[in-house]
């Protein structure tokens, strides 16, 4: 089975620049999530959608923050302006919560995760 | 909210000692707790998982984890830690809506 791909594994801009990433979660998986893992933390939730419905964005900073799931698969989380406080490890994950007849344990399924740099 | 307390940052064993961290959530609901691990260079995964039965269960690579509800604790134990044991590990509270909150993470050092 295919885990969660999440793309670019890096990236380096500089502060007020725009950037993107990708995730493409577990195939069937209903509830995606983007996390912000800052240095020396601990994943802290952005976004959580099951299907292509946001079930909770209030910890996203919605002025620069956005994130998409258009067809109930991939996610976008874009982040237009970047500030230097915004250097972290992006975290995609996926589960199968909200799936009729799934176990829902709440346990989540991680990409990489995509490490940004703001200069 | 829920939230969730990992006591040790960072911690350093030699190879055979037991291991314990410690993990105290508060939410006065039911939960579902995990460990998760991330061994360097890869990405988080799971080590174990609480969510009925049993409060004593066992994960992967010989770790277990005890859920006491009384003291809203879910710590993690090893009887006897190996160099390949060395990575970060976080514990996570899940209380409803299939939203996860992690501790800061406990970076374990085994040495050889």
């Known amino acids: 089975e295919a885990g969660v791909a999440q793309s670019p594994r890096y990236k380096i801009i500089e502060k007020r620049q725009s950037v993107a990433f990708w995730c493409n979660p577990i195939s069937g998986h209903a509830t995606l999530y983007w996390y912000q893992q800052i240095l020396g933390q601990g994943p802290k939730l952005l976004i959580q959608?099951?299907?292509?419905?946001?079930?909770?964005d209030s910890q996203l900073p919605k002025d620069r923050f956005s994130a998409e799931r258009l067809k109930g698969v991939d996610s976008t989380l874009k982040i237009q302006p970047a500030k230097l406080e915004d250097s972290a490890v992006y975290l995609c994950?996926?589960?199968?919560?909200?799936?009729?007849?799934?176990?829902?344990?709440?346990?989540?399924?991680f990409g990489e995760g995509s490490r940004l740099t703001v200069l | 909210a829920q939230s969730v307390s990992q006591h040790n940052h960072h911690v350093i064993l030699s190879e055979a000692a037991s291991l314990e961290l410690g993990c105290n959530y508060s939410y006065g609901g039911t939960v579902n707790l995990f460990w998760y691990v991330q061994y360097p260079g890869q990405h988080l995964q799971l080590l174990l998982k609480?969510?009925?039965?049993?409060?004593l269960v066992k994960g992967i690579k010989g770790f277990e984890a005890e859920f006491i509800k009384s003291k809203f604790s879910f710590n993690l134990r090893k009887p006897s830690v190996q160099w390949s044991d060395t990575a970060e590990y976080f514990c996570?509270?899940?209380?409803?809506?299939?939203?996860?909150?992690f501790g800061d993470g406990t970076t374990l050092t085994v040495k050889p």
């Open positions: 959608f099951q299907n292509n419905g946001v079930v909770d």
């Open positions: 994950a996926s589960s199968p919560w909200g799936l009729a007849g799934a176990l829902n344990t709440g346990e989540l399924f």
């Open positions: 996570a509270v899940n209380a409803h809506a299939g939203k996860s909150t």
């Open positions: 609480y969510f009925s039965g049993d409060p």
